[in-house]
């Protein structure tokens, strides 16, 4: 029979990874893709929040709003 194992996170060793610059820097690199994927007027936008970093890829252009309305351009560029 296999043992029990008991797995006791560090709180604040999580928090501080979390919020640490190589998972900021792991989140742009794979923002960075996404946006490069969907084309031009995608743009990636970044913030370390209160719990942890926060990266994003939005349409900054009019055009590449309504390419993202009708052919859900973001959503089909994570999935490659």
Known sequence: MAKKLRIELNSAGVRELLK??????ACRTQAQRIAGRAGDGYEVSEYTG?????????AASEKAYKDNLKNNTLLKAVGK
Do not use: L
């Not at 640490?20 to 820097?25: D, G, K, L, N, V």
């Not at 209160?50 to 939005?58: A, D, E, I, L, Q």
């Open 50 to 58: 209160k719990t942890r970093v926060n990266v994003s890829v939005h």
């Open 20 to 25: 640490s610059p190589e998972i900021m820097q």
